[in-house]
């Protein structure tokens, strides 16, 4: 699947699903906060879908609401929610798992997140090579591959060298620099928020009241 393989936005095509909502006979799941869907998020879902294409399995892309890093007060959310689950669905995955991040869910173990991917089936599973999961980030990569087929890519990186990633966006607004994160995030003229588009916002207000 080529770079531009991103479609238009059409959630007939993609099916939104809560944590522990979806069981799955197989499967390729990528996992992530996605906030902005940014060139290194946008990396992570070609590779997640081409490999599900290849296998001929459903393609899930497995996210938190809100980011992590927005639960616990050390940044602010680059996009809403609706914004980034449009993006998202552009890739056309099949499946897209929307987990609460809550008091509730942050508290979960490890080996409790690992047991609801079991639940998907995964015949791999892709992530960026800063990933944690499970309560005090004590899940790695490493701890991934030992229970599923487990490919880590390394980081997308801007004309400079410096890594492309949500930190660097913000960090880029609030110096002013409006137009170096826009070119980070890569979305000028992709999304549209056309009448078109208005019963697909309508079906994500279901996971998003």
Same mark, same amino acid.
């Given at each position: ?25 197989? *499967? ?9 869907? %940014?060139?290194? %998020? ?45 993006? =998202? $669905?552009?890739? $056309? ?22 047991? #609801? ?11 960026? #090579? ?16 030992? %229970? ?14 410096? =890594? ?25 003229? =992709? ?8 019963? *697909? ?9």
């Amino acid at each position: 699947m080529g770079k531009n393989s991103a479609r238009g936005f059409d959630s007939a095509t993609v099916a939104f699903h809560r944590d522990g909502e979806l069981a799955l006979d197989a *499967s390729v799941v990528t996992i992530g906060a996605f906030d902005g869907v %940014h060139r290194g %998020h946008q990396e992570l879902l070609r590779q997640t879908i081409a490999a599900a294409r290849r296998r001929g399995v459903p393609a899930v892309v497995y996210t938190f609401d809100p980011p992590p890093k927005v639960y616990f007060g050390q940044a602010e959310a680059l996009i809403p929610l609706h914004e980034k689950l449009e993006r =998202i $669905a552009t890739f $056309a995955p099949d499946h897209v798992v929307v987990a609460e991040f809550n008091q509730i869910y942050v508290r979960r173990t490890a080996t409790e997140f690992l047991a #609801e991917l079991r639940r998907l089936q995964p015949r791999e599973v892709i992530v960026g #090579e800063d990933f944690r999961f499970g309560s005090c980030k004590g899940g790695t990569a490493q701890l991934l591959r030992q %229970h599923f087929d487990t490919r880590v890519l390394p980081p997308v990186r801007c004309g400079n060298g410096e =890594i492309v990633s949500s930190s660097r966006i913000r960090s880029l607004r609030r110096s002013g620099l409006a137009a170096a994160a826009a070119a980070l995030e890569n979305w000028r003229g =992709i999304v549209t928020t056309s009448p078109g588009n208005r019963s *697909s916002l309508a079906q994500l207000e279901v996971i998003n009241p």
